[in-house]
């Protein structure tokens, strides 16, 4: 190979490479949950948004109860909450971000010997939302 013609490619890839670190992300597509009744969860919900530029259409505040495990009753009103603000926001989304006082799992019953195969996170139940 020719010795200029490598220095020009590799010249060329060090440029194109460098033009895409320096590029914009851009964040319009993510969504972030706080839990209004948690005051941690709406300073780390804001923190987050305002370090990756995440416009402030993007959050979707929830009023849901605190703790770790929800029943489903309180996921139906958690899912509608989410699914009303993406509606009425008219977000169009590929990404959604929770925060420390969100719930995490949906518990549909059943023991430690017997568990419920329905019992699930929150993260994978709002992927069907």
Not at 17 to 26: E, G, K, R, S, T
Not at 59 to 71: A, F, M, Q
Request: proline letters at 3%.
């Amino acid at each position: 190979m020719n010795k200029n013609l490598f220095f020009a490619s590799a010249f060329y890839a060090l440029i194109i490479n460098v033009n895409f670190i320096n590029a914009q992300v851009n964040y319009n597509d993510v969504a972030v949950l706080v839990n209004i009744n948690d005051t941690m969860s709406v300073n780390i919900g804001n923190y987050f948004m305002s370090k990756r530029n995440i416009p402030a259409n993007n959050l979707i505040r929830l009023n849901v109860s605190t703790n770790e495990e929800i029943t489903p009753t309180q996921w139906n009103t958690l899912k509608q909450q989410v699914e009303d603000s993406i509606g009425w926001k008219g977000l169009n989304l590929n990404y959604i971000v929770t925060t420390k006082g969100v719930p995490l799992k949906v518990s549909y019953g059943g023991t430690l010997l017997s568990p419920d195969n329905r019992n699930a996170s929150v993260d994978s139940e709002l992927m069907l939302v």
